[in-house]
DNA sequence: CCACATTTCTAAAACGTTTTCGATAATTTT
DNA sequence: AAAATTATCGAAAACGTTTTAGAAATGTGG
């Protein structure tokens, strides 16, 4: 490594002929300091390439202009789903253009697994959560809710009445979802489900049942499936369901990933789709359109999601004035050819 | 926000009754502490829940357990490309096993574009390099591998004798597409290159030329167009290159995405892919095996760049040998349905 | 029991900022 | 011109660690 020479205001406080706070309040657009004078060593500094050690400065004013981002769990790290990748982009962006940069956490060698420890640790300002399945317990969620401004994306596992959080219309859009396919002549019509505690999985299945219920079809759990948001996990069940005979003809899945799987084993069972078995997604994915046959799926808009979720953050930062605040995006059926035409008789 | 009480080093000595060096040095593995005390500090501290403070620490010892990332250019962020996640993916699993936390360079309020100064400024202990186009100027790029452990991955621009990169086989990957065309009765190949910068756009290119060579073709300049790895700027440029007749039978891709826009732009024109024009690209992203025609293209392992990068990164943060490091990773041809079969006299 | 080596501990400096408070200089008011 | 006010600056403390240099305690050999 070649040497760099770092200059530290010291420096620069004696280039200029002034005192170290003076220097500091320049920097930092204090008024009591005249403005030629900040001039002079605003000049200075840029003549000498003065960079402000974030350290010492986080050290003092506890902020470290950075973002924290806990994504998925251990095994699964979470940039599996290509759901993630949009989300993070327009976090990116939003913190990006307000100043901020982006930690993900990944250190997994740390003696703690309590979320408030791992991100005071780091002095982020603020954290985005964006979770799968169950991989935290209660106190450890309170705790740092409680403790940091906190924002979780499609991911809060028990309402708090204290959380904020950007979601989906889950039940509004899956109940659409399931109306369009009981309008196209489904009567029978299977759900595969996410998991049973995350609320936005536990949401698609409340908007499945309420379109049942509407158009006076029968709830029956044994049309319910959990496929824990996994392709494979997907196929199997599927594979599993389809082969005795049970009069479905329509599938309604709670992501896009799994409703692949889902058609790769209705395809491997010699069902053909959507004429032998309709099928319906969630999260129009980028894949979904250039699958074959396109999929019908529920559109999230990561980019608002993201882009929400993050100013949202940003406010907590800035008013840290206690408001919970909540925001559901808006979702639409897109329908492509997966789920089909109307049935005949 | 709830209170939250924080205790530091100091704390705890008081109620350990030792000095507050005993303490760090305790916590910190030194010989110099017998054995009895380390263990009462380390309960102590772990009874009022000590975490040590970040910034502090690294105000001192000068590293953060860091590392970081830069992404594509400010426009494009980088995440648009799918090819991206599984790098970073792959990147945090390797650092994260280490103890390492990856931040993303974000913010774009900052008053330099020096990467040098980006990274010092926020203390990274060493960075990865992934860009796309030609957005860095040299001496830019000099002075940040001059000055901080540093990684490119298949986004060197010039190729100075010092730079630690990681790479894709590029040269020898797309001999063996183009060969596969050539061998498929293929002879008038059209190359939609990336750019005429990046070492591995222009090594994509070169690899294209060796095979029409080794196989008595002419190069022809006319036949290279350049997409800017852009699925919208190859449709247009495969509109217009096909518009008029040209003897033209089969393009290869330097990306995916590209290629996407080729066939949407053939497709578009009225040709039939394959049996008209064959085509094949390059990355095999996830879309690419779902794409209809389902697309052949040259595989890169994206989790073992991002892996070896990772690994590479923390070797050079580790030893600080000043040892220039290259890592060329494997590359195979996947062959699909869009390259078609042998053409017929 | 003394001289010396070794083990174990601590005081204090250092890291590079920000911020408080008081000092000085400049300006205004009386 | 003196007094009061205001604008501008600087000294020093503080942030929470690590690390150096040395002091105290302990052990060892004669």
Chains 1, 2 share one sequence.
Do not use: W
């Not at 974030?54 to 599996?80: C, H, P």
């Not at 408001?323 to 559901?328: D, Q, V």
């Amino acid at each position: 490594m070649g040497c760099v020479i770092i200059v530290n205001i010291r420096d620069i406080a004696k280039a200029a002929g002034v005192s170290v706070s003076t220097v500091s309040k320049a920097l930092n657009g204090y008024s009591d300091v005249k403005s030629k004078t900040r001039e002079m060593i605003l000049n200075v500094a840029k003549d000498m390439d003065y960079l402000p050690n974030v350290m010492a400065r986080g050290l003092i004013t506890k902020k470290s202009n950075t973002i924290g981002i806990f994504f998925g769990d251990r095994q699964n790290s979470g940039f599996d789903n290509p759901f993630f990748s949009e989300l993070i982009r327009s976090i990116k962006d939003v913190a990006g253009a307000e100043g901020y940069d982006i930690l993900i956490f990944a250190n997994q060698k740390r003696n703690t697994s309590s979320y408030k420890t791992i991100c005071y640790e780091k002095g982020v300002d603020g954290v985005i959560l964006i979770l799968t399945g169950d991989q935290r317990t209660d106190e450890n969620i309170r705790e740092l809710h409680e403790s940091l401004p906190t924002v979780y994306i499609d991911s809060v596992s028990y309402q708090y009445n204290n959380v904020n959080f950007v979601e989906t219309e889950n039940v509004n859009a899956s109940f659409h979802a399931v109306e369009h396919l009981i309008q196209l002549g489904h009567t029978r019509i299977l759900k595969m489900a996410g998991d049973q505690v995350a609320k936005a999985s536990y949401d698609r299945i409340e908007g499945y049942k309420q379109a049942l219920s509407k158009h006076g079809l029968e709830v029956n759990n044994d049309l319910i499936l959990y496929g824990e948001f996994s392709r494979e996990k997907a196929y199997q069940l599927t594979k599993r369901f389809f082969s005795k005979p049970g009069g479905v003809t329509a599938v309604f899945s709670s992501s896009d990933m799994m409703a692949f799987g889902i058609i790769d084993a209705l395809k491997d069972l010699g069902f053909k789709v959507p004429e032998d078995i309709a099928v319906i997604g969630f999260d129009d994915i980028d894949e979904s359109k250039d699958y074959q046959p396109p999929l019908t799926t529920v559109h999230q808009q990561r980019f608002t999601m993201g882009e929400t979720a993050a100013k949202m953050l940003l406010q907590l930062i800035d008013s840290q004035d206690g408001i919970t605040r909540h925001a559901t995006i808006p979702a639409r059926l897109v329908i492509r050819e997966s789920s089909g035409t109307k049935r005949g008789g």
